[in-house]
């Protein structure tokens, strides 16, 4: 199970941390991912992290403004978003695919981030 909060209502220019909890597997095994869904349009990938933190990927469209983090002690992935713009808003899900795998495992419930002009 992956469970996500974080999310709310922010300014342009604003920051939020969303964080996403799992249970019920190998924290460590996995790879995760946050993708995002915006209104009227397809899910979008936004970053992922590897299982030591390592190797971490953004969406050219986060990039320097997004960063992923993970706490394999607390079984958390985290987001942090900075310089927040109104094409961010969406709602955020957590995933986790295992080391090496091609599709995802695990999905979180999701949470809305709304950046407001």
């Known amino acids: 199970q992956l469970q996500a909060s974080g999310g709310g209502l922010v300014q342009t220019g604003g920051s939020l941390r969303l964080s996403c909890e799992a249970s019920?597997?190998?924290?460590?095994?996995?790879?995760m991912s946050w993708v995002r869904r915006a209104p009227g349009k397809e899910r979008e990938f936004v970053a992922a992290?590897?299982?030591?933190?390592?190797?971490?990927r953004y969406a050219d469209s986060v990039k320097v403004r997004f960063t992923i983090s993970r706490d394999n002690a607390k079984n958390t992935v985290y987001l942090q978003m900075n310089s927040l713009k109104p094409e961010d808003t969406a709602v955020y899900y957590c995933?986790?695919?295992?080391?090496?795998?091609?599709?995802?495992?695990?999905w979180g419930q999701g949470t809305l981030v709304t950046v407001s002009s």
């Open positions: 992290i590897s299982w030591n933190g390592g190797i971490r």
């Open positions: 019920g597997f190998v924290f460590k095994n996995y790879v």
């Open positions: 995933a986790a695919r295992e080391t090496g795998a091609q599709s995802f495992d695990y």
